[in-house]
């Protein structure tokens, strides 16, 4: 009787966790034509290396409004950016991460350009926010076209139509282990390259597929299969 009440006690914390993690709300996402990004993920904080002369002049918006620091790069959306990125000088952007990005399997995160010209864009990464890794190109040849267009101000001129496209990128290319996460990227381009964010693919919660896991082991355990009565 006292093991019997001891699996079964076992048994409900189990299925109370199982419970919880279902119930937990979804985490919200964007869409970009076949690509979907983690909201949470769009990043934070905006460092300009030329302290915003440069975005100050060649900011992207849907509407007519300079969207300012750090929305020029951050948010869950694709309304803002900044164009012509090394047209005039070569300013670097650091965007900052409250919650990382984890390098798990195939592509971690993308950075998505609109395209009123085709331009290669460099990018490096961080783990700590301080050390980053060195620039890697990011090739606009292998960006994939999301089908989306829109259209854009351009430092209160236009508006102008961009179709906006997507460069996959895993952070295993950086050096980072499975697992490994990054809380910040620097990102620039040359010859003129028009950024609109770089953000993080939504992936699966691990927490539910684990929980759920355990089941099989617990049917195998007889704890999930019907008790017959005792006949006397």
Same mark, same amino acid.
């Given at each position: 009787?006292?093991?019997?009440? #001891?699996? $079964? ?7 109370? @966790? ?11 996402? !964007? ?6 990004? *983690?909201? $949470?993920?769009? /990043? ?11 975005? !100050?002049? *060649? ?21 803002? @950016? ?20 984890? *390098?798990?399997? @195939? ?5 998505? $350009?609109?395209?009123? !010209? ?18 890697? %190109?990011?090739?606009?040849? $292998? ?12 430092? #209160? ?9 997507? *460069?996959?990128?895993?952070? !295993? ?5 499975? @697992? ?12 003129? /390259? ?36 005792? %006949?006397?």
């Amino acid at each position: 009787m006292r093991k019997e009440l #001891h699996l $079964a006690r076992a048994l409900s914390l189990v299925l109370a @966790g199982v419970a919880l993690c279902l119930a937990r709300p979804a985490q919200a996402q !964007s869409t970009l034509g076949s690509f979907t990004f *983690n909201d $949470a993920q769009f /990043g934070d904080t905006l460092g300009q290396s030329d302290g915003g002369t440069f975005a !100050s002049q *060649n900011w992207l918006n849907v509407v007519n409004a300079d969207p300012g620091s750090p929305a020029y790069l951050t948010g869950a959306n694709f309304n803002t @950016g900044i164009a012509n990125i090394g047209y005039d000088g070569q300013p670097t952007y650091e965007i900052g991460y409250s919650t990382p990005i984890v *390098n798990g399997a @195939g592509a971690d995160l993308g950075l998505v $350009a609109a395209r009123f !010209s085709t331009d290669d864009f460099q990018l490096s990464v961080s783990t700590d926010g301080l050390s980053f890794t060195p620039f890697q %190109t990011i090739d606009r040849l $292998a960006a994939v076209a999301t089908g989306v267009t829109k259209s854009y101000v351009y430092n #209160h001129g236009g508006p102008y139509s961009a179709d906006l496209f997507v *460069n996959s990128i895993d952070l !295993s290319g950086f050096g980072l282990s499975e @697992g490994q996460s990054i809380v910040a990227v620097k990102v620039t381009s040359s010859p003129q /390259g028009d950024l609109i964010r770089v953000a993080g693919f939504m992936r699966p919660v691990p927490e539910t597929t684990t929980l759920l896991g355990f089941l099989p082991g617990l049917a195998a355990l007889g704890l999930l299969a019907p008790r017959r009565r005792r %006949t006397r």
